[in-house]
């Protein structure tokens, strides 16, 4: 089969476009993926900023009756910080751990809204697809009336026992209670849609796709890039961890502006002073030791997981591309069948004609003829439906 790459038109008669997909989904599902990537790119930001200390601004004023002078009031403003500058580069990898911490989130939601938009859209596939079915069913339950007739006369002529007519009489309830069951299939996946989306299934045409070139195909997959980045995170989270129990310097600076007391007046003190200074702190914990290992193994563990999504994307590929061709395979043997059943029905029809055959055994030929026909569209939508398994897990394909 030629590779192409996946190319969707989604010509509907409502407001979706060819490349605008993503709106089949309803309002509310939309937004609450918006609110998934603010949410995301906001917490990365304060997760990116994390190193800097808040300043602590204090202002407070103070009243005293002790002295019988009368009551005192006394204030004061404070400004105080304490920053750490450097922490063996802990505050370099903090930031770039934020940076792989929000790309991984980010393809795992738009991953999660491929995967919903799939959902939507194979609704509508198998929709189309239960519609053929339903149709080919009665197809075949007109087949089984007609068999019952050619049994029930046969049995009253004497040339069958009863369990034949029993037989055909039981496959025609079988495919009227399918048919019902189709029916009920069909009540369910629109109500699914309904979840889903706020247009109409009925006014929306399915989309073509066609296979994606494998190469292209792993390079644009999510769940890859998504491993890939939490590969990426893990490795700046060890290194995060090794400088934890590293030497930290800090530098710590307090700006103070209150009253002196008035009852002890000094010339030797300032109203508004300074304090500043600096540390150097490494902690010694018992279990540095065991976080920094498991740190590693979490980020070995990273590693071996996007060795693992590598060789399952080109399994899936591999596999999917292998049942397309058994579907092509059916296609084409429905199509011999279709061009079987329709010579057979010409030659019945005439002999129906010249009275050698019934005009029932001319129909039972063009309803099996039809019904092959139905195959060839339903197995067209199956493979529809596997590449679309492929779509929901690529990005920038439309």
Same mark, same amino acid.
């Not at 129909?363 to 195959?375: G, H, T």
């Given at each position: 089969m030629k590779r192409l790459y996946l190319l969707c038109s989604f010509l509907c008669l409502s407001s979706l476009g060819a490349d605008e997909l993503g709106e089949i989904l309803s309002p509310t599902k939309a937004s609450l993926f918006d609110y998934r990537y603010r949410g995301n790119e906001l917490q @990365? !930001?304060?997760?990116s900023k994390s190193w800097v200390n808040p300043v602590t601004v204090r202002y407070g004023k103070d009243y005293t009756t002790r002295f019988k002078t009368g009551t005192i009031d006394t204030s004061s403003l404070s400004v105080y910080i304490d920053q750490p500058i450097f922490k063996s580069g802990g505050i370099y990898y903090a930031i770039k751990y934020s940076g792989a911490l929000r790309s991984a989130n980010r393809t795992d939601i738009t991953l999660q809204r491929r995967k919903m938009i799939g959902d939507a859209v194979s609704i509508l596939f198998n929709l189309k697809r239960i519609k053929l079915e339903k149709k080919k069913m009665r197809y075949q339950i007109r087949n089984d009336v007609i068999d019952i007739q050619q049994k029930r006369d046969s049995y009253e002529a004497g040339l069958i026992d009863s369990s034949f007519l029993d037989q055909a009489i039981l496959k025609k309830s079988q495919d009227e209670t399918a048919l019902l069951e189709m029916r009920l299939?069909? %009540?369910? &996946?629109?109500?699914?849609?309904?979840?889903l989306s706020d247009k109409r299934p009925e006014e929306l045409r399915l989309p073509k796709l066609k296979l994606i070139d494998k190469i292209h195909y792993r390079r644009e997959n999510l769940e890859l890039k998504r491993d890939t980045q939490r590969a990426l995170e893990m490795d700046y989270k060890e290194k995060m961890t090794w400088a934890k129990y590293l030497p930290m310097v800090s530098l710590q600076g307090q700006y103070t502006d209150g009253d002196l007391n008035p009852l002890f007046p000094s010339p030797n003190l300032n109203g508004s002073y300074y304090n500043y200074g600096f540390t150097v702190s490494m902690p010694i914990d018992i279990n540095a030791l065991s976080d920094i290992e498991l740190s590693k193994v979490e980020k070995l563990q990273a590693a071996t997981e996007v060795i693992d999504r590598k060789h399952k994307v080109s399994e899936e590929y591999d596999w999917i591309r292998n049942s397309l061709h058994i579907l092509d395979k059916k296609i084409s043997l429905a199509r011999k069948d279709e061009k079987i059943y329709g010579n057979l029905y010409k030659v019945t029809k005439n002999l129906?004609?010249?009275? /050698?055959?019934? &005009?029932?055994?001319? /129909?039972? %030929?063009?309803? @099996? *003829?039809?019904?092959?026909? #139905?195959? *060839? $569209?339903?197995?067209?939508? !199956?493979? *529809?439906?596997?590449? &679309?398994? &492929?779509?929901? $897990?690529?990005?920038?394909? #439309?």
């Open positions: @990365s !930001d304060i997760l299939n069909e %009540m369910e &996946l629109k109500q699914r849609f309904a979840i129906a004609e010249a009275g /050698e055959k019934t &005009l029932y055994d001319a /129909e039972v %030929m063009k309803n @099996s *003829q039809q019904i092959r026909r #139905l195959d *060839q $569209r339903i197995y067209s939508i !199956d493979k *529809q439906i596997q590449l &679309l398994k &492929l779509y929901i $897990r690529v990005e920038n394909v #439309l």
